[in-house]
């Protein structure tokens, strides 16, 4: 991977960085020489990661809760901001693809799909601005995914949330540009993380996939952790409002 020396001290958040292409950003971030702070719901994988790259000596903490609790939420990045300082990059990563068919969703669920897929994107934004107004910039990094693209069935809630992500990174992009903070998206195409290998990447799949994209070999999640650290980096300076397809060309 580059190396950004402008990230080197830098203060990063990443939301679900326990695991997957998470996970991945985290490391990416902390191999740059930032100080990295993650938040997640499992508990085991954060820990363990935490405690792996601590060993190595990197400055990396791993905050434990579930980002559909706004209060948790906030709570978790002043945590981070007293171990490490006022936060400087933040990258909206988490979320939950689980299906749900259109015809099953009840207000209730609906409002959850919302709180994992979208809500703690703009709370986690909210938390880390006033930080990044007071030292002069920042960069807010935002996941969508092609699922909405491309006409994805099966998750209507998902697919509109991760659509949805995209008009908030313009907006935001726009509000506080004067602050010099950038605001991108990245949507991934399909990332062969641990997760989509046990769920979904059966030998079929696979071979829809690699017919589907333009390039045919797998993406991984250090291809998203690269563009991730290229959009945090002084490299991208000029870059903000818009949204990197990262899938192989697929849509
Ligand atoms: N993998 C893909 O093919 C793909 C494709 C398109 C978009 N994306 C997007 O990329 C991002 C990462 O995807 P991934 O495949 O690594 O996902 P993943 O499901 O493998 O990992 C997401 C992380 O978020 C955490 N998380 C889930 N719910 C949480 C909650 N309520 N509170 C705190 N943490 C929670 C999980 O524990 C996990 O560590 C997501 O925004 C996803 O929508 C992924």
Redesign the pocket.
């Known amino acids: 991977m580059a190396i950004y020396p402008d990230l080197s001290g830098k203060v990063v958040v990443v939301?679900?960085?326990?695991?997957?292409?998470?996970?991945a950003i985290v490391r990416a971030f902390a191999a740059q020489g930032a100080r990295v702070g993650f938040?997640?719901?499992?508990e085991a994988?954060?820990s363990a990661l935490m405690t792996e790259l601590s060993a190595d000596g990197h400055a990396v903490h791993f905050e434990a809760?579930?980002?559909?609790n706004i209060s948790a939420l906030q709570a978790g990045i002043a945590t981070i901001r007293k171990l490490f300082g006022p936060v400087g990059v933040l990258v909206?990563?988490?979320?939950?693809?689980e299906r749900h068919p259109a015809l099953k969703v009840t207000p209730e669920y609906f409002d959850e799909r919302i709180?994992?897929?979208l809500r703690?994107q703009f709370f986690a934004s909210q938390a880390v601005l006033p930080d990044m107004q007071a030292s002069g910039g920042g960069a807010i990094i935002c996941?969508?995914?092609?699922?909405w693209m491309a006409g994805f069935g099966g998750m209507p809630i998902?697919t509109a949330s991760?659509s949805a992500v995209l008009g908030m990174v313009r907006s935001l992009a726009r509000d506080f540009g004067g602050d010099n903070i950038r605001v991108n998206a990245?949507?991934?195409?399909?990332?062969?993380?641990?997760?989509?290998l046990e769920l979904w990447l059966t030998p079929e799949a696979d071979a829809e996939r690699s017919a589907r994209q333009s390039l045919k070999r797998r993406i991984y999640?250090d291809d998203?952790a690269k563009l991730t650290l290229f959009l945090a980096s002084e490299d991208a300076s000029a870059i903000t409002a818009q949204n990197y397809v990262a899938d192989g060309g697929w849509v």
């Not at 939301?15 to 996970?23: N, Q, V």
């Not at 909206?92 to 693809?97: E, S, V």
Request: proline share 4%; glycine share 12%; aromatic share 4%.
């Open positions: 939301t679900g960085g326990a695991t997957g292409i998470g996970e938040l997640d719901i499992d994988a954060g809760l579930d980002l559909r909206n990563n988490a979320a939950h693809d709180a994992v897929n703690h996941m969508s995914s092609i699922s998902y991760k990245i949507t991934p195409g399909w990332i062969i993380t641990k997760r989509q999640p998203i």
